[in-house]
């Protein structure tokens, strides 16, 4: 997999032979990044469910002043693919704890994102978790936008709970959803 755009463009990213780390699609990315593009300079982005670092490594390739990786399992690839791309130490951070302990040390911590993005493993309910986190709000910049990666049967089991934000883009690929949501 590479990057697909910025001054990181075409450097390949290490990517594991491991079937349960499944990054986001060069495709849909470069899709979310033309949806969201005018937002990326000098933004911060919070990445859940980091894996490899794809998305914030494209988002740093594309402008982004900071990139907070969350990843519980795999923050290992994350290390491996910022010293392969050379990435700044004050341009990320790290955090190897799961998405609800990182979002109290972040507002601990109180850094505020002006875009998170997130792709949890599919239909293991991790999207109505999120979604049903007061604590996002204390995270993310007024204004600021929140981008989710779902799979089209857990889109449809979260319909109702969708209608409870506003969602201002929403597109479909193949079987996969992507919903920028104005928090």
Same mark, same amino acid.
């Given at each position: ?38 937002? @990326? ?9 980091? *894996? ?25 690839? @994350? ?14 951070? @790290?955090?190897?704890?799961?998405? @609800? ?42 204004? *600021? ?28 690929? *193949? ?9």
């Amino acid at each position: 997999m590479k990057i697909s755009s910025g001054i990181f463009s075409g450097q390949k990213l290490y990517i594991p032979n491991n079937k349960n780390i499944r990054p986001t699609l060069t495709k849909i990315r470069q899709a979310i990044f033309n949806m969201i593009r005018n937002r @990326i300079s000098d933004s911060v982005i919070i990445d859940f469910f980091a *894996g490899t670092g794809a998305f914030g490594f494209e988002a740093l390739s594309n402008g982004a002043k900071k990139i907070i990786f969350i990843e519980k399992k795999y923050k290992n690839i @994350i290390y491996k693919n910022a010293e392969k791309l050379k990435i700044e130490k004050n341009k990320i951070i @790290i955090l190897g704890y799961d998405f @609800i302990q990182a979002c109290r040390i972040l507002k601990k911590m109180n850094l505020k994102a002006d875009i998170i993005f997130a792709d949890p493993p599919y239909n293991k309910g991790f999207i109505k978790k999120i979604l049903k986190l007061s604590i996002l709000s204390d995270i993310l910049v007024k204004g *600021g936008f929140f981008i989710i990666e779902i799979h089209k049967d857990e889109y449809k089991e979260n319909e109702e709970l969708f209608k409870t934000f506003e969602i201002i883009k929403e597109k479909k690929y *193949g079987d996969i959803y992507v919903l920028i949501i104005n928090k």
